[in-house]
């Protein structure tokens, strides 16, 4: 069964704009006309041009049922407005035109579940990207989360992005659909809206308390989020193996050794890497690496968790037990909060540089020797 919009978060009318204040009780300057001061409240909603008008008019009527686009006509009003008009005789890019032309192919063809996508606010792919079209909308809707439109883009690619489009059924979870309904929605309310459709997951656009986190959705984030000298896995696949080796905890967790943890610290790191990235690393570096009894929050504990599933034959001859790995580690440099760790610096002999070690025999055994302290981890 469908879920109908909850009602709390039906778009409101537009706002009509401010006056300028400036004009107030001023007299004509040479060459300004002079102006009348209406208060707001008699000001007029602008006008919705023709060609929003239309296409909005088509979306509505030919994208409907598990295809609708627009969660109201006024919502596809306010999106058309920020969108650039294209060229109706050669209708593509991130445009007006090009979303015209699948709102009305929607209709012509009997094929909406393939053209109502695209012709949906964010574009699909066929009329600009989804992540291009959701980073204009918020700088067109809200305030910008980063400096530029290709720094909002590049970090976008983070995201989930599902197949399809539902207006009513992405009005929540943790994707890039979620997040370009609440956008959409932002053209007409910003106040309410432009909070829940930020790139960090934030209520509607996050998974329940108690999901438990995939290791492809923490991985795509953590990649993107952390790159270059920020870079805390050297490869997807590497991130994908140490965190199987992980307890997956839940999209909650803070400061838990999970991989719950590790994902909260690299949405965050979308907007902050300098300071995040080293905590969704294999350690957590003191900021996800409560495991069990332990109170403290180094990078001991999860180091001693990824040598016992990579390493496990040298861990049992070695140390026998976690307990016995995290009080040898707690001697070695690095094995407290905030070490920084980054792959371009875990080097000598540090817990950063077993970290690496530990993360890379999961393909290749023969460094665990590395991984306990033999060069050059030494």
Request: charged share 20%.
């Amino acid at each position: 069964m469908r879920r109908a919009l909850p009602t709390g978060l039906l778009p409101l009318v537009l706002l009509a704009p401010a006056a300028l204040s400036g004009w107030l009780g001023c007299h004509a300057i040479a060459g300004i006309e002079d102006r009348t001061y209406v208060p707001p409240e008699e000001e007029q909603e602008p006008p919705v041009s023709e060609a929003c008008a239309s296409y909005c008019a088509d979306v509505m009527a030919n994208c409907t049922g598990e295809n609708q686009v627009y969660s109201t006509l006024d919502t596809c009003h306010g999106v058309c407005a920020a969108l650039p008009a294209g060229d109706p005789l050669e209708p593509v890019d991130n445009t007006l035109a090009c979303r015209a032309r699948q709102a009305e192919l929607a209709g012509l063809t009997g094929e909406p579940a393939v053209h109502c996508p695209a012709a949906g606010p964010g574009g699909d792919g066929v009329c600009g990207t989804n992540c291009e079209s959701y980073c204009a909308l918020q700088a067109a809707a809200c305030t910008p989360e980063l400096p530029t439109q290709a720094e909002c883009v590049a970090k976008c690619a983070g995201l989930r992005n599902d197949e399809g489009f539902d207006a009513i059924e992405n009005h929540e979870g943790d994707t890039l659909q979620c997040r370009l309904v609440h956008v959409s929605s932002a053209t007409v309310d910003p106040d309410e809206h432009c909070q829940h459709a930020s790139l960090m997951p934030v209520t509607p656009c996050i998974e329940p308390e108690g999901t438990e986190p995939s290791c492809e959705d923490f991985c795509r984030v953590v990649m993107t989020s952390c790159e270059g000298d920020r870079a805390v896995y050297d490869s997807i696949e590497q991130c994908l193996t140490v965190c199987a080796a992980l307890p997956p905890g839940g999209t909650e967790d803070r400061s838990e050794n999970t991989v719950g943890c590790r994902q909260y610290h690299a949405y965050s790191a979308l907007l902050a890497p300098d300071t995040h990235c080293a905590h969704a690393g294999p350690g957590g570096d003191g900021h996800c690496g409560l495991d069990g009894d332990s109170t403290t929050t180094g990078n001991c504990a999860s180091y001693c968790t990824l040598l016992e599933a990579g390493c496990k034959e040298a861990f049992d001859e070695i140390f026998g037990d976690r307990g016995a790995c995290e009080l040898d580690c707690g001697d070695v440099s690095g094995a407290g909060r905030d070490s920084g760790y980054a792959v371009a610096s875990a080097e000598g002999d540090t817990v950063a540089c077993r970290l690496l070690h530990v993360s890379r025999a999961f393909e290749d055994p023969t460094l665990c020797a590395a991984a306990l302290g033999d060069p050059p981890c030494q």
